[in-house]
């Protein structure tokens, strides 16, 4: 079974409406993450969290809010979807390894807002 | 602030070819340095590492050198194959143990011929 998994792997939907795309892990890390991937644009940090209770805004937040549920569970909320937030979404993990942070990766999600 | 930058693609070449793919960056503090590969259709996957200067990182025949003097972490591999095909993302994890964020690369886009 994956490390991480992320779901819906696919969604189209349409603008306005509220999308929650969800990702789960079972390596036991503290820290989740996601990003959003766009043609030549490498990844871009939207939202990051320590653990349960800390949760930090990363490069491109506006207009999507997270939740982390519990350790092992971090959501990523669009409130009123727009065509520009058509992209691959990533969610990965990291635990601490001395001052090497590797970050492992879900399989992404394919947003497509009309 | 810290930043990564790597060569544009895309890269093609033939199979047994010999790779570089250029990545320079600019931090403060002593980075760790990535290489993350994305096979279609898939999440990222760290294909190697190195956490200090002069150390080399390798896996599945590729190599890169962490070089502080010219900041650079040039990925290398001396027989490509058509299964290396792939997009690869340079990355540094911004030193500080509460830091914990990876900076990417545009990525590269590589595809190999038989």
């Known amino acids: 079974d994956a490390d991480v998994t992320q779901t819906p792997r696919n969604r189209i939907t349409k603008t306005g409406k509220r999308i929650m795309l969800e990702c789960s892990q079972t390596?036991?890390?503290?820290?989740m993450y996601w990003y959003r991937q766009d043609p030549g644009l490498g990844l871009r940090l939207i939202y990051y969290?320590?653990?349960?209770?800390?949760?930090n805004k990363g490069e491109i937040s506006d207009g999507y809010s997270v939740s982390r549920q519990a350790q092992a569970k971090f959501s990523l909320s669009l409130e009123s979807a727009i065509p520009n937030q058509t992209a691959l979404y990533f969610c990965a993990t990291s635990g601490v390894s001395g001052r090497t942070d590797t970050q492992y990766f879900g399989p992404g999600t394919r947003l497509t807002v009309l | 602030g810290n930043s990564v930058t790597q060569m544009e693609g895309p890269v093609t070449l033939s199979e047994e070819a010999f790779l570089t793919i250029n990545c320079t960056y600019t931090a403060t503090g002593y980075p760790s340095l990535f290489w993350y590969v994305q096979y279609p259709g898939e999440g990222l996957q760290l294909l190697l590492k190195?956490?200090?200067?002069?150390d080399k990182g390798s896996n599945k025949g590729f190599e890169a050198t962490y070089r502080k003097e010219t900041t650079s972490f040039h990925l290398e591999k001396g027989s490509v194959q058509v299964s290396d095909s792939a997009v690869y993302f340079c990355a540094l994890s911004e030193s500080g143990s509460s830091a914990s964020k990876i900076i990417f690369g545009s990525g590269t886009r590589l595809s190999i011929r038989p």
């Open positions: 969290s320590f653990d349960v209770k800390d949760i």
């Open positions: 190195a956490t200090k200067a002069d």
């Open positions: 390596k036991g890390h503290d820290r």
